[in-house]
Nanobody
Framework: QVQLVESGGGLVQAGGSLRLSCAAS????????MGWFRQAPGKEREFVAA????????YYADSVKGRFTISRDNAKNTVYLQMNSLKPEDTAVYYC??????????????????WGQGTQVSVSS
């Protein structure tokens, strides 16, 4: 069982920045690949970014590439999402998640087993 708690969301003007954090329970955090997803009202949950166990592999949705950076600190059991140059279309609830196993379909939300409660990000124009 893994528990995930997101934080760092808020209201920001377009062009601004936020850093989201996702704290995970358990001693085996370093064995988990991790993903960030988001869901806007009336839309399906979509992939944002993912990072491998060691942090050596990172993956991004085209819509956030060059603006968002995913990272992790295994000593702190935490994964981060640094979001720069935010746009109104980035407004959504952001979730971190742990995949259900191998192989790792990093962009597919249906392949993730554990989810946090989400944190709201709102970007005003």
């Amino acid at each position: 069982q893994v528990q995930l708690v997101e934080s760092g969301g808020g209201l920001v003007q377009a062009g601004g920045s936020l850093r989201l954090s996702c704290a995970a329970s358990g001693r085996t955090f370093s064995t988990y690949n991790m993903g960030w997803f988001r869901q806007a009202p009336g839309k399906e949950r979509e992939f944002v970014a993912a990072i491998s166990r060691s942090g050596g592999g990172t993956y991004y949705a085209d819509s956030v590439k060059g603006r968002f950076t995913i990272s992790r600190d295994n000593a702190k059991n935490t994964v981060y999402l640094q979001m720069n140059s935010l746009k109104p279309e980035d407004t959504a609830v952001y979730y971190c998640a742990v995949p259900s196993g191998s192989p790792w379909y990093f962009a597919r939300p249906d392949k993730y087993e554990y989810w946090g409660q989400g944190t709201q990000v709102s970007v005003s124009s």
